[in-house]
């Protein structure tokens, strides 16, 4: 593996986790936390679009291929529809589609 030709030590689920918080980049774990993670960072950066890398190191393609199917049937009709009604909240409150840092706030069940 390149990072191990690297010298780089092998990733852990302890490393995954620390770097997993609120204010990271990263979208780890169920469907809803990373609905969760989502959110926050379209609340955060207002951005409407999110590139997201699925495999890291020696993922089956079996496992890349369920996270691909609970990405579009559970994340994403979820993201997308409290994105919507983020923007149209926030056009009530600036007159705005959008606030440029995504203003606004959303509700979690």
Do not use: C, F, W
Request: aromatic share 0%.
């Amino acid at each position: 593996m390149i990072g191990a030709e690297r010298g780089m030590p092998p990733v852990t689920a302890a490393d995954i986790a620390a770097k997993n918080g609120p204010g990271s980049m990263h979208a780890v774990g169920s469907p809803g936390q990373v609905v969760e993670k989502l959110l926050h960072q379209h609340e955060v950066l207002g951005h409407q679009r999110a590139m997201l890398q699925l495999a890291v190191g020696p993922v089956g393609h079996r496992d890349v291929m369920r996270t691909i199917e609970l990405l579009g049937t559970e994340v994403a009709p979820v993201v997308r529809t409290e994105a919507a009604t983020e923007s149209v909240r926030n056009m009530g409150d600036t007159g705005n589609a959008a606030a440029p840092n995504g203003g606004g706030s959303h509700s979690h069940a």
